[in-house]
Nanobody, 115 residues
Framework: QVQLVESGGGLVQAGGSLRLSCAAS????????MGWYRQAPGKQREFVAIITRGGSTNYADSVKGRFTISRDNAKNTMYLQMNSLKPEETAVFYC?????????WGQGTQVTVSS
């Protein structure tokens, strides 16, 4: 089993920045990728960014150039640096991890961007 715990959400003005963290624990040695999804009110959960065990990254088109995903293997923690945030990006952000058997999700952290 893998446990994922997000932190770093909050309220920020449009154009501002936040850094989310996701701390992983448990059977993390088999995780081959981690990432972030978000779910805005009344909308489906959508992909934001992913980073593989090898360090390859991929981003949703809507966040390219503004968000950066990274990880600290020594701390078993993944980060999402979010810059130039927009009000329409108000959402619950979820940490995601996968191994060969299943996907894992954190409980989510709220990000609110005020206009």
């Amino acid at each position: 089993q893998v446990q994922l715990v997000e932190s770093g959400g909050g309220l920020v003005q449009a154009g501002g920045s936040l850094r989310l963290s996701c701390a992983a624990s448990g059977s993390i040695f088999n995780i081959n990728a981690m990432g972030w999804y978000r779910q805005a009110p009344g909308k489906q959960r959508e992909f934001v960014a992913i980073i593989t065990r090898g360090g390859s990254t991929n981003y949703a088109d809507s966040v390219k150039g503004r968000f950066t995903i990274s990880r600290d293997n020594a701390k078993n923690t993944m980060y999402l640096q979010m810059n130039s945030l927009k009000p329409e990006e108000t959402a619950v952000f979820y940490c995601y991890g996968r191994d060969s058997l299943r996907n894992y999700w954190g409980q989510g952290t709220q990000v609110t961007v005020s206009s």
